[in-house]
């Protein structure tokens, strides 16, 4: 079993930027590739970045490429999303996620573990 906690969420204007953070415990997060996800009210949840477990490869979604930054940190269990130039579209409730596959995948039912989300809201 792998406990993921999301936070870092909030309230920000458009062209702003926040940090979430996903601390895991559990078992080794260096097994585990991890993603991020959200999903807006009424809208299926959509892949928005991801990153091996070493985290040399990293793939994002084309609408936030160029503003989000993926990275992890195994010596403290945690992954981030830095999120920069936001735009009210941004606007969801975003999860980290833990894969035992190898590579990345943009396709949540391949993920494993799933955290309870944080919610971001970008005012325009």
């Known amino acids: 079993q792998v406990q993921l906690v999301e936070s870092g969420g909030g309230l920000v204007q458009a062209g702003g930027s926040l940090r979430l953070s996903c601390a895991a415990s559990g078992r080794t997060f260096a097994n585990y590739a991890m993603g991020w996800f959200r999903q807006a009210p009424g809208k299926e949840r959509e892949f928005v970045a991801g990153l091996s477990r070493s985290g040399s490869s990293i793939y994002y979604a084309d609408s936030v490429k160029g503003r989000f930054t993926i990275s992890r940190d195994n010596a403290k269990n945690t992954v981030y999303l830095q999120m920069n130039s936001l735009k009210p579209e941004d606007t969801a409730v975003y999860y980290c996620?833990?894969?035992?596959?190898?590579?990345?995948?943009?396709?949540?039912?391949?993920?494993?573990?799933w955290g309870q989300g944080t919610q971001v809201t970008v005012s325009s």
């Open positions: 996620a833990a894969s035992t596959l190898v590579g990345i995948t943009t396709t949540p039912r391949t993920y494993t573990y």
